[in-house]
């Protein structure tokens, strides 16, 4: 089984409508991590957190909220989705504590369509 | 502030060639640097890392990097090309991982 999971793997939405898009992980980590990939823009932070109860914006913040569950979940959510929020989205989790590093260990991704 | 720059968005090599793929950085800390690997439709995957100590960095697949802190760069290369290297290559930098904007690598048969 994939140490990050992410669902669902694709979604096609209309504008307006709010989506979650959903990251489990059992690699034991505490820091995970959303990104959303744009063609020609390489991967940008959306949000990230480094325990349950510790959230931080990242570089692209604006539209987006997350909610990290528990240890293992990080839920990121489009309250209100728009066409150029079209992306292919990632979760990634690190934990320089056993890695002694900051690799990031990244899910399948998750693509998502607003009409 | 921290960036990553790679240059060249596409880059072409025939099978059985050196792959080069550059990266530049600019940190304000000393440097963890990686570069992922993007396959078609798939997630990303670690390459090699530099985080201290030897400046050269093996990877997987054949992939080497080295750190040049003088010229702030960390480039990728491999000596002979293999078709299955065709994918999208990304350099990142630190803890919460700034990337550039990736370079395709095409393999010419």
């Known amino acids: 089984d994939a140490d990050v999971t992410q669902t669902p793997r694709n979604r096609i939405t209309k504008t307006g409508k709010r989506i979650m898009l959903e990251c489990s992980q059992t690699k034991g980590h505490d820091r995970m991590y959303w990104y959303r990939q744009d063609p020609g823009l390489g991967l940008r932070l959306i949000y990230y957190s480094f325990d349950v109860k510790d959230i931080n914006k990242g570089e692209i913040s604006d539209g987006y909220s997350v909610s990290r569950q528990a240890q293992a979940k990080f839920s990121l959510s489009l309250e209100s989705a728009i066409p150029n929020q079209t992306a292919l989205y990632f979760c990634a989790t690190s934990d320089p504590r056993t890695g002694g590093d900051y690799t990031q260990y990244f899910g399948p991704g998750t693509r998502l369509t607003v009409l | 502030a921290q960036s990553v720059t790679q240059l060249g968005s596409h880059v072409s090599v025939s099978e059985g060639a050196l792959v080069l793929l550059r990266c530049n950085y600019s940190?304000?800390?000393?440097?963890?640097l990686f570069w992922y690997v993007q396959y078609p439709n798939q997630g990303l995957q670690l390459l090699l890392k530099?985080?201290?100590?030897?400046?050269l960095v093996k990877g997987i697949n054949g992939f080497e990097a080295e750190f040049k802190k003088s010229e702030t760069s960390f480039h990728l290369t491999k000596p002979s090309a293999h078709m299955s290297d065709a994918a999208e290559y990304f350099c990142a930098l630190n803890e919460k991982l700034t990337f550039g904007t990736g370079t395709r690598l095409t393999i010419i048969p």
């Open positions: 530099y985080t201290t100590g030897a400046t």
């Open positions: 940190s304000s800390v000393p440097p963890y």
